[in-house]
């Protein structure tokens, strides 16, 4: 039988790659690219089966490149997952912190750690695109006077010591990802949840009470809204599009009903995926 193949970005032994194995278990061949766009891409054109991207961090907030893709391309949300997010200072084995001057991560990571660059001023910290990634290169190229901050497996996938463990400066780091997979596909299979979200993105004329009464729509059916984030709207300066979370399914009939609602205020509506509320 076939495997599964699941994108996501970055290097293998990055905190994606532990997302798609809580996601979609460990049969599937993680496929790993180096930017966003290029999952989505390669998931639309065939060459994936799902996605796996992340969507918002406790810490750093949304990821907006991936709300973007979200409305430019067509995919469904079929499931999320949180992962708790430990960085670790990584270097070659036999390097010591002391014989360390550069420190290697993604931008997030780094400035998840900012206590930890204090504490070692002469410490530059520099970015590169991916936390595993950067733990790759610094083993890659046998650099003593270099480490990076990654994840325990990417550690031991790269052959890397961890010279210190969870540097993170909050140790309420979760990372919130999304399984996705292309809208064209009926469905995925079937699940049974306790809870369901939905998501969807939407925009209303800018006049006054325009927002107000397009959330009324969700409030009058006792709906509750888990998240709401704003974007700027291309093309169309100083108006935005509205992302929402809400805890119900889309083929519910309160849901349907609020979802029509909507629509009659809305000068754009997409839902973006029902899927279980996540852990």
């Known amino acids: 039988m076939k495997k599964m193949r ?8 990055a905190f994606s790659q532990e997302a798609v194995r809580q ?44 709300y973007d893709h979200l409305v430019r391309f067509d995919v469904r949300i079929a499931a999320e997952t ?11 084995p036999g390097v010591r912190l002391k014989d360390i001057r550069k420190v290697y991560s993604h931008p997030v990571a780094l400035n998840q750690c900012l206590r930890f660059f204090s504490r070692h001023p002469r410490l530059e910290s520099t970015p590169f695109y991916d936390t595993a ?12 006077d270099a480490g990076a901050i990654g994840s325990a497996v990417a550690a031991a996938m790269y052959g890397g010591n961890i010279l210190e463990r969870s540097i993170e400066d909050d140790r309420a780091n979760f990372t919130r990802f999304f399984l996705l997979y292309p809208e064209k596909r ?9 809870a369901w979200k939905t998501s969807l993105v939407f925009t209303t004329k800018n006049v006054p009470g325009g927002l107000f009464r397009a959330l009324s729509a969700f409030a009058l059916r006792d709906l509750s809204l888990t998240k709401i984030e704003s974007r700027p709207l291309r093309g169309k300066p100083w108006e ?5 979370d809400f805890l119900g399914r889309e083929n519910d009939a309160r849901v349907q009903n609020a979802l029509g609602h909507l629509g009659e205020l809305a000068d754009f509506l997409k839902v973006l995926g029902s899927y279980p509320k996540g852990n």
């Open 6 to 13: 699941a994108g996501f970005q970055g290097a293998l032994g």
């Open 23 to 66: 996601l979609v278990g460990n049969q599937a061949v993680a496929v790993p690219f180096e930017r966003f766009e290029e999952v989505f891409t390669a998931l639309i054109g065939g060459k994936i089966d799902v996605a796996v991207i992340p969507i918002e961090n406790t810490l750093a907030g949304s990821v907006h490149e991936n």
């Open 82 to 92: 949180n992962v708790r997010i430990i960085h670790n200072l990584i270097a070659l």
């Open 133 to 144: 990634g950067s733990v790759k290169m610094v083993m890659e190229q046998e650099a003593p």
């Open 186 to 194: 009926a469905s995925m299979a079937k699940r049974k949840a306790k």
């Open 240 to 244: 935005y599009l509205f992302y929402l």
